[in-house]
């Protein structure tokens, strides 16, 4: 078992819709958890941190954690072309590294 | 407030040779890690570095190194290079550690 694994894709949606993205995690040691976007041939850009229980909203993007079922999402309102990129979901285990998921590729369709 | 430097952006070496990638964090930031992102394996944990103190490294040979200087920049050095070592290598830096990574643009490493 992988130890972040993310729904596969690609995932597409229209623009205007709401873009789900989601994560499980096997450390149940885990304290934080991140939302990390990497456009084609560029480098990965934090985009959401949370590290407690619930929701946490930053504009169009709200990252949702409930650590007993080990789960770590993200959801896209009002999803933009300019949102198509692959999101990676990432978990802190020891504070000393980021282990991360293999990513999930967004398309957002005009 | 300027990012994380990584240089060079490119760079190709034959099989066999050596190669030393250069990371400068942000001001402020102690943390320094590196991850290689390969098409197949996706982002790897290589190393981490905290007030010049390796504090965790990733399951890699021990052909890839790494350090850091008091002024928190951080060098990582890959020894007799293999055609699996190319990759985009990544470093990021932290404040502490736990409070997320910003990551550099990156060095592409092409072995041939």
């Known amino acids: 078992q992988k130890e972040v694994e993310q729904n596969s894709g690609p995932l597409s949606v229209p623009e205007g819709a709401i873009a789900s993205l989601n994560c499980t995690y096997s450390?149940?040691?885990?304290?934080?958890f991140f939302w990390y976007r990497q456009y084609s041939g560029k480098s990965p850009e934090l985009i959401m941190f949370?590290?407690?229980?619930g929701d946490k909203e930053d504009g169009r993007f709200t990252a949702q954690l409930n650590k007993a079922s080990q789960y770590v999402s993200l959801l896209i309102r009002d999803s933009q072309p300019s949102d198509s990129a692959t999101y990676l979901c990432a978990v802190n285990p020891n504070q000393m590294q980021l282990t991360f998921g293999s990513g999930t590729q967004l398309t957002v369709l005009p | 407030k300027a990012g994380v430097t990584q240089t060079p952006r490119y760079l190709i070496k034959t099989r066999g040779q050596q190669v030393t990638l250069s990371c400068s964090p942000i001001?402020?930031?102690?943390?320094v890690s590196w991850y290689q992102q390969t098409p197949g394996q996706g982002l790897q944990f290589l190393f981490e570095y905290f007030s010049e103190t390796q504090r965790n490294k990733g399951n890699f040979p021990g052909r890839f190194s790494g350090r850091q200087f008091s002024n928190s920049r951080s060098e990582m050095n890959v020894s007799t290079l293999e055609l699996g070592d190319s990759a985009l290598y990544l470093c990021?830096?932290?404040?502490?550690?736990?409070?997320?990574?910003?990551f550099g643009s990156g060095t592409r490493l092409t072995v041939v």
């Open positions: 990021a830096s932290s404040p502490e550690g736990q409070y997320g990574y910003t």
């Open positions: 450390d149940r040691g885990s304290q934080s």
């Open positions: 949370i590290y407690s229980n």
């Open positions: 001001s402020g930031h102690r943390s």
